[in-house]
């Protein structure tokens, strides 16, 4: 294709033979306050040629209509009738989208979760029931509202605290402040986006939404144990899953983490790894129980022939497991175990019914902080930031009748060794 010339144009030809069109303004339409901006639907496509010469044109003229005021616009050109779904999704399009977590964008499960959470924004409860019955999808009206009218009020549903409302009765409390924490960080973008740069405050700043609680659920050792034999008998033949129980445990790392793990440092007796979720890297001292199980798990790939680099393999595949997979996977097999196999000597485990792969990472990390581990310690595990630790901890550890049991019996032995009798 011939070079595209237009005005103020960058015209990036792709292999493919589209275009990624940009606006480039000059320094004197800088000046009156023209910005740079790719061009790009809200859904992330981009400009057909058509679309870009027609933007080009209509653009131009604004410029020279502009400079013959001889005033500067008073704020960069703002998409005012554009609504909260498409800020939704020139969100999900910037930058930390487009790029991996090596780069400086976002973690693939950070990505997918904000994904998420845009979807339930936009679009009304929706069920199964619903699909097979043959429902229509119907769009949320405050995400049809024009991103520029959105205000913290509580009194309407239109606005921002009045949405917030309605989310926490069809979906939840939690899932509703995560909802709006997404819409505040997109709200917070535009301000640096040329292609937005709306005059409003941000309107999920302001609404007094209050933290959830944390909740500390925590594996205890025999429901470890029963895990693990479960996973591990002839006739249920699933020790993969037993492994990843195991590393998750012992390295007290993420999901995502321990499924992508390749094995960097078991031959020193070391896991390494760089956290997927801030790029920390840690480095954790494997104890004996992981040792014990690496070594089986080296054995068996042996035999087996495994050559993916991930440590843990789906034996159905022979490779590394996708995490949708995995979850599946560990969900169904948690089930048998609560129920327990009379048949194969399996005992039941009821209390395990409420615990997931992810509470494994919260076990260790509480078990280190009850051992009289210092918060240096903690964080050179956990690959928490020093300063971050007072608003983390509350996830992973919470005293309780352990730590009481223990400050009562340290404060009676002073009590005698000042005199006081039974």
């Known amino acids: 294709m011939a070079d595209i010339k237009l005005p103020y144009i960058a015209w990036r030809q792709q292999p493919d033979g589209t275009g990624r069109p940009r606006f480039q303004p000059g ?18 496509r981009w400009f057909s040629l058509d679309e870009t010469r027609g933007f080009a044109e209509a653009r131009h003229a604004e410029i020279l209509a502009q400079r013959a005021s ?20 020139s ?93 505040s960080a997109a709200y917070k973008w535009q301000r640096r986006s040329s292609g937005w740069q709306l005059a409003i405050d941000n309107p999920c700043t302001q609404l007094g939404l209050k933290k959830p609680a944390p909740l500390v659920l925590t594996w205890s050792i025999e429901e470890v144990k029963a895990f693990v034999a479960f996973a591990d008998h002839p006739q249920v033949n699933e020790p993969e899953l037993a492994d990843a129980v195991i590393l998750a445990l012992f390295s007290a790392q993420r999901p995502a983490d321990v499924i992508a793990y390749d094995g960097v440092g078991t031959s020193d ?93 919260k076990t260790m990390l509480t078990w280190i902080k009850r051992a009289g581990a210092r918060d240096n310690q903690f964080a050179a595990v956990s690959g928490h930031s020093l300063q971050s630790l007072p608003q983390v901890m509350g996830h992973y550890y919470t005293p309780g009748s352990e730590e009481a049991r223990e400050a009562m019996t340290m404060v009676w032995a002073w009590m005698q060794q000042k005199g006081m009798k039974v």
């Open 269 to 361: 007796g070391v896991t390494r790894l760089v956290q997927s979720k801030r790029g920390k890297r840690v480095e954790v001292p494997q104890l004996p129980p992981l040792l014990t199980r690496l070594a089986l798990m080296a054995e068996r790939r042996a035999q087996r022939g495994y050559l993916c680099p991930e440590l843990i393999v789906d034996s159905h595949t022979g490779r590394g497991f996708n995490q949708n997979t995995f979850e599946h996977r560990i969900a169904a097999l948690r089930t048998r175990v609560v129920a327990g196999d009379e048949a194969l000597g399996l005992a039941a485990c009821p209390s395990i019914a409420d615990k997931a792969f992810r509470h494994l990472r």
């Open 91 to 183: 969100f999900l399009q910037s930058g930390r989208f487009q790029r991996s977590r090596a780069e400086g964008g976002y973690a693939d499960g950070t990505k997918a979760d904000y994904r998420d959470k845009a979807n339930l924004i936009i679009w009304k409860p929706y069920s199964a029931a619903d699909r097979k019955a043959g429902i229509e999808r119907v769009k949320e009206e405050f995400a049809q509202a024009p991103a520029a009218a959105i205000t913290p009020s509580l009194i309407s549903n239109d606005e921002a605290g009045g949405f917030y409302e309605y989310l926490a009765r069809v979906r939840g409390r939690t899932t509703a402040r995560n909802c709006i924490m997404v819409l």
């Open 27 to 44: 320094p004197r339409e800088r000046a009156i306050g023209f910005v740079n901006a790719d061009l790009k639907h809200p859904d992330g």
């Open 70 to 89: 001889g005033k500067r616009l008073r704020r960069p050109l703002s998409p005012k009738g554009r609504t909260v779904e498409d800020l939704l999704l």
